[in-house]
């Protein structure tokens, strides 16, 4: 239940990567900016603010959303992950990261946390998905850096996939 505030700002409570947070927010303010403005986690990229460039996405409740069209308040008592929450609690990178670092799957970084976020709603979905189930998740979102070629080598490699 959302607690009306000074101001209009309602506060909302959610759990963020596997511990709870709580901060406050206005009716129209997106998940994303809550996100960076209140609770500090900056891993979650804000980009074209229209849904359309995957940066901002996150999994709400297990399922990729972009956070730059989901309000704050209707994250209120569900289970959000952002891409801080990927790595283990001791620091040491998942399969997936591991493969973007290997295969060069970055350069600037800027898409990096939405496409990592998506692949990883992908391969919970589907334990094995083929090249066209990949192509499709990484084509949902703009990278202008790399080209394409190490994300989708590092997205073959995870899924067991041929790279060619």
Not at 137 to 145: A, K, M, Q, S, T
Request: aromatic residues 4%; hydrophobic residues 35%.
């Amino acid at each position: 239940m959302l607690k009306l505030g000074k101001a209009g700002r309602h506060e909302v409570k959610f759990t963020l990567n596997g511990r709870p947070v709580s901060g406050w927010a206005s009716a129209r303010m997106l998940l994303s900016d809550f996100l960076r403005q209140e609770l500090g986690e900056t891993g979650t990229h804000v980009g074209c603010e229209h849904g359309v460039c995957g940066a901002c996405t996150v999994r709400v409740e297990n399922r990729a959303v972009r956070s730059c069209l989901y309000l704050a308040v209707q994250a209120d008592g569900l289970n959000i992950q952002t891409v801080e929450g990927l790595a283990g609690d001791d620091g040491e990178l998942n399969a997936l990261q591991r493969a973007f670092r290997k295969h060069h799957a970055l350069q600037c970084g800027y898409c990096t946390p939405g496409i990592l976020m998506s692949l990883t709603d992908l391969f919970d979905r589907t334990p094995n998905p083929d090249r066209a189930q990949i192509e499709d998740v990484v084509g949902g979102h703009i990278c202008r850096c790399t080209g394409y070629a190490g994300i989708m080598a590092a997205a073959l490699e995870v899924a067991g996939q041929p790279q060619q």
